[in-house]
């Protein structure tokens, strides 16, 4: 499946209007938005946060004012974006992975999680790195140092595949962590790989 996101330079035309009935539309590059955007709303996250769509209203305050024709109002207007080019990301497909970490060596049972992801290999890469880090598996929990984490991905049709899983009506009994809505996974699973 192709996810290409837009490109920072990706012309977006916003078109506002004020309480004064005036109408103003101008064009921008995504990356001028999404620093705006991530500015205004006084996170500083991330140098690539991927989806600014719903988050465009902050630039209504007082950020738009300046591109309006006067430059800028002493009047305190009200704001409204009635029209965007759209930026909005693609839906990325739903993925199981099983993750088996250290306590495989004891008969304990692996970990089900289901993500969204570009395609099954980012998809284990992602649910691994996640096991990882919530596992604190690369943290050598006796000297302190960073180590070698030791999880591995299961493979097989019950355990990594494509979709969500239909338990627990196939398989009474075995669970999994829906991770679908995670934050952090989905600005992972929109970040192009080079800049994860």
């Given amino acids: 499946m192709d996810i290409t996101l837009l490109p920072d330079g990706h012309p977006v035309t916003l078109t506002w209007t004020t309480t004064a009935i005036d109408e103003y539309s101008r064009t921008f590059t995504l990356g001028e938005l999404r620093e705006a955007v991530n500015a205004l709303r006084g996170q500083p996250g991330p140098p690539y946060d991927p989806e600014i769509t719903e988050d465009l209203f902050w630039l209504c305050e007082s950020w ?7 430059g800028g109002s002493l009047i305190d207007f009200t704001r409204e974006i009635t029209d965007n080019t759209d930026i909005s990301l693609p839906v990325l497909p ?3 992975v099983t ?3 250290p306590e495989r060596h004891d008969g304990e049972k ?3 999680y289901c993500l969204h992801a570009a395609d099954l290999a980012d998809a284990r890469a992602l649910a691994l790195a996640h096991h990882i880090e919530q596992q604190e598996l690369a943290d050598d929990w006796y000297t302190g140092g960073t180590c070698e984490p030791d999880a591995i991905v299961i493979e097989g ?3 990594t595949f494509e979709g969500a899983p239909t338990w627990p009506a196939d398989l009474p009994g075995r669970a999994w962590h ?3 809505e995670d934050p952090d ?3 992972r699973a929109y970040t192009p790989a080079g800049a994860r």
Avoid: C, K, M, S
């Fill in 64 to 70: 738009l004012a300046d591109y309006e024709d006067d």
């Fill in 94 to 96: 739903v993925h199981t």
């Fill in 99 to 101: 993750i088996a970490g």
């Fill in 110 to 112: 692996p970990y089900t």
């Fill in 157 to 159: 049709e019950w355990d």
């Fill in 178 to 180: 829906d991770l679908r």
């Fill in 185 to 187: 996974l989905l600005t």
